[in-house]
């Protein structure tokens, strides 16, 4: 069975963009892969956290992926910072990395562009998500279209490490989902909605509280033509709404727009409105009932013992063959 790992940063909390396009995907590989998904905590000190809201929110993540469906049973859940072999690899990785490569990161060009203290994190960041991924020998990693480019990376780093010291790593694939699930800012929805955004008129947060979410979503930005139908060019706002209310209706955008088309914008809105709050109701009660329980901590001990294993012996492997330590000393890691 192909192995399936990704990690949903925990730099603020998540939105309905991280719950229609990252973990709904999610739910479905569960079934027919062996899936592994943890919260890479390390990656979101790269920039500047709050420690106590940093580490809240790494339970809440875990509580929310649980509540959204991803059942423990079926997948692996841990936290990356437990497990110590995955800053170690990407030690070694970093080693075997160039300036040139690294500085034709996008997302670093673009995250670094409006920053006056750039952390040296900010830059190795690829690496460590590289480290993530080949430390389990992944086959497929799920991720958006923006994080395609640190999957290549990865995918040269364990080429390079192969033919080097001889077969080592497994050759990671993108698995970049289907086009049409990418959820946009409410206010400036040209953008995508981002868990970051310092806007919070323009994201919908799954821990809002419902009458909040109704708020934004009535008071989200459209256009002035009052006709509904898809056109994401020039009709951002609504392409926005009719993409939601579709998703979450498991309808096609075609037959959303054939119920909305004689309607006005307030009566679509509160449509949108009533079907995002009935689905972050039920979640939300999931969520409830996890996140004071010991069932979270039970399953992270369970994630933690298994991905060490795991994650132990490739980087024993990595080291015996970069000639780090001494000669025959697995012993200590057992
Ligand atoms: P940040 O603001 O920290 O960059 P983000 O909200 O943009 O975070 P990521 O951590 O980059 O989200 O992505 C986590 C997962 O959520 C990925 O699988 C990504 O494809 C998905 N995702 C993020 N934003 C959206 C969105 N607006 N629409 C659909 N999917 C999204
Ligand atoms: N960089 C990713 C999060 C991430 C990740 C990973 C995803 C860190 N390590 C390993 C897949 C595999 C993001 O910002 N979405």
Not at 11 to 38: A, C, H, M, P, W
Request: glycine share 4%.
């Amino acid at each position: 069975m192909k192995r399936v790992l990704t990690g949903l940063q925990p730099s603020g909390e998540l939105t309905l963009g991280n719950y229609i396009g990252g973990i709904r995907q999610l739910i479905k590989y569960q079934d027919d892969y062996e899936l592994f998904v943890f919260v890479p905590d390390l990656h979101s000190i790269t920039v500047e956290q709050d420690p106590s809201l940093l580490k809240e929110r790494i339970r809440k993540n875990i509580a929310l992926y649980i509540a959204s469906g991803l059942n423990p049973k079926k997948c692996t859940l841990y936290i990356q910072s437990e497990n110590l072999y995955h800053a170690n690899l990407s030690w070694i990785l970093e080693c075997h990395s160039y300036m040139g490569e690294m500085s034709r990161m996008t997302q670093f060009k673009e995250k670094s562009a409006s920053k006056k203290n750039v952390s040296c994190g900010l830059f190795t960041y690829p690496i460590l998500m590289a480290a993530d991924i080949l430390l389990y020998d992944a086959d497929l990693v799920p991720t958006g279209a923006d994080q395609k480019q640190h999957v290549e990376l990865a995918r040269n780093l364990a080429e390079r490490f192969n033919s080097k010291y001889g077969e080592t790593f497994n050759i990671p694939e993108p698995l970049i989902p289907e086009i049409g699930a990418r959820i946009k800012d409410l206010q400036e929805p040209t953008k995508k909605m981002s868990k970051s955004s310092t806007n919070e008129k323009a994201i919908i947060r799954l821990l809002d509280e419902p009458e909040v979410i109704r708020k934004k979503i009535m008071s989200a930005v459209t256009d002035s033509d009052n006709k509904i139908y898809f056109d994401e060019e020039n009709k951002p706002g609504i392409s926005n709404l009719l993409t939601i209310y579709s998703v979450l209706k498991d309808i096609s955008i075609e037959e959303s727009v054939n119920l909305f088309k004689d309607s006005n914008y307030g009566t679509f809105k509160k449509a949108v409105a009533d079907i995002v709050v009935e689905k972050i109701t039920n979640l939300q009660n999931k969520y409830n009932e996890i996140i004071n329980s010991n069932l979270i901590d039970e399953i992270l001990d369970e994630g933690y013992k298994k991905t060490n294993e795991i994650a132990k012996k490739k980087y024993y492997e990595v080291k015996e063959k970069v000639g780090l330590g001494r000669t025959d000393n697995i012993r200590l890691y057992q």
